[in-house]
């Protein structure tokens, strides 16, 4: 069965940095589109970034444009979200999840979703 495991959530400061790792098994990673979306305290779903299965086109939300970097290792059947210049804004319990597709549209369409890793940013 699909099963997405997030990982590499934690506690950082202003200006800091994490990497989020998403493991995924189940399926053929390299056929599918994945995403990362998050949730703060209260707030609704945002979708954050995603990458098409070849990582040929990637996604941001207004919110994490140049500081967020998706990526993805077929390879490794791997999903990260590179963290950079966080900001106490940023936190949140994000997710990865996959399409059902090779490309993405908006993070509606996603069909799995992981459990997810919390990220916390404060000083």
């Known amino acids: 069965q699909v099963q997405l495991v997030e990982s590499g959530g934690g506690l950082a400061q202003p200006g800091g940095s994490l990497r989020l790792s998403c493991a995924a098994s189940?399926?053929?990673?390299?056929?599918?589109?994945m995403s990362w979306a998050r949730q703060a305290p209260g707030k609704g779903l945002e979708w954050v970034s995603g990458?098409?299965?070849?990582?040929?086109?990637?996604y941001y939300a207004d919110s994490v444009k140049g500081r967020f970097t998706i990526s993805r290792d077929n390879a490794k059947n791997t999903l990260y979200l590179q963290m950079n210049s966080l900001k106490p804004e940023d936190t949140a319990l994000y997710y990865c999840?996959?399409?059902?597709?090779?490309?993405?549209?908006?993070?509606?369409?996603?069909?799995?979703w992981g459990q997810g890793t919390q990220v916390a940013v404060s000083s």
């Open positions: 189940g399926f053929t990673f390299s056929s599918y589109a």
């Open positions: 999840a996959k399409f059902p597709t090779y490309y993405y549209t908006d993070y509606g369409a996603t069909d799995y």
């Open positions: 990458i098409y299965s070849d990582g040929s086109d990637t």
